[in-house]
């Protein structure tokens, strides 16, 4: 996975600019960047690592907060899939006051368009008990550019991921079921030179 060069134009809180709480009195969510433009023009199925954000608890109660990608209606760039991003961790408990860095990790689909493409990352109170949105939010706008992938380029990326997802295993088992293959090999060999001097 490859980590991603970019811009933070901003460093801010809130919804798409700083940060906001006003819609519940007790509850707040702030979030460390404003806006996130990713420099590097990505590849269809390319994985990248972006940035992490940091949520904080601006209320006056504790609350469960998760991250999740959201969009503007009728943007004009593209809306990439939401399962293209994974958080970590996605949900989680804070204290008035208290912080929670959050791990990005962007993988772009085999089959996405090429193109400019833009997403907010939200973070948002729940209620613990039933998963309900609470209506107060904090955004990060982020925005890159995709392009085409090669068929050759798409089975080297899916054979990298391979060995990336199934690590350390990948790589031990290889070369055993080589020596395997070799030591079957070699083997028939010397029974056959046997075989013939006897």
Same mark, same amino acid.
């Given at each position: 996975?490859?980590?991603?060069?970019?811009?933070?134009?901003?460093?801010?809180?809130?919804?798409?600019?700083?940060?906001?709480?006003?819609?519940? +009195?007790?509850? #707040?969510?702030?979030?460390?960047?404003?806006?996130?433009?990713?420099?590097?023009?990505?590849?269809?199925?390319?994985?990248?690592?972006?940035?992490?954000?940091?949520?904080?608890?601006?209320?006056?109660?504790?609350?469960?907060?998760?991250?999740?990608?959201?969009?503007? @209606?009728? @943007?004009?760039?593209?809306?990439?899939?939401?399962?293209?991003?994974?958080?970590?961790? @996605?949900?989680?408990?804070? =204290?008035?006051?208290?912080?929670?860095?959050?791990?990005?990790? %962007?993988?772009?689909?085999? #089959?996405? =368009?090429?193109?400019?493409?833009?997403? %907010?990352?939200?973070?948002?109170?729940?209620? +613990? =008990?039933?998963?309900?949105?609470?209506?107060?939010?904090?955004?990060?706008?982020?925005?890159?550019?995709?392009?085409?992938?090669?068929?050759?380029?798409?089975?080297?990326?899916?054979?990298?991921?391979?060995? =990336?997802?199934?690590?350390?295993?990948?790589?031990?088992?290889?070369?055993?079921?080589?020596?395997?293959?070799?030591?079957?090999?070699?083997?028939?060999?010397?029974?056959?030179?046997?075989?013939?001097?006897?």
């Amino acid at each position: 996975m490859r980590t991603l060069s970019l811009l933070t134009l901003a460093v801010a809180t809130g919804l798409l600019a700083g940060h906001t709480g006003t819609a519940y +009195a007790d509850l #707040g969510v702030g979030i460390s960047h404003a806006a996130i433009t990713i420099e590097e023009t990505l590849s269809q199925g390319g994985r990248y690592s972006v940035p992490s954000v940091t949520v904080t608890n601006t209320g006056t109660e504790p609350s469960r907060y998760e991250v999740i990608v959201t969009s503007i @209606q009728d @943007q004009r760039e593209l809306v990439p899939d939401p399962n293209w991003f994974h958080f970590d961790p @996605q949900s989680f408990d804070l =204290e008035p006051g208290q912080s929670q860095t959050v791990s990005i990790a %962007l993988h772009v689909g085999d #089959g996405a =368009e090429p193109g400019d493409y833009f997403a %907010l990352i939200e973070a948002h109170p729940i209620q +613990a =008990e039933s998963g309900v949105t609470v209506g107060v939010a904090a955004a990060t706008k982020l925005t890159f550019e995709v392009e085409p992938s090669s068929f050759l380029e798409l089975w080297r990326l899916r054979i990298a991921h391979f060995f =990336e997802d199934t690590g350390p295993y990948s790589i031990v088992i290889p070369p055993i079921v080589a020596g395997l293959i070799l030591l079957t090999i070699l083997s028939r060999r010397f029974r056959l030179r046997i075989e013939r001097r006897s």
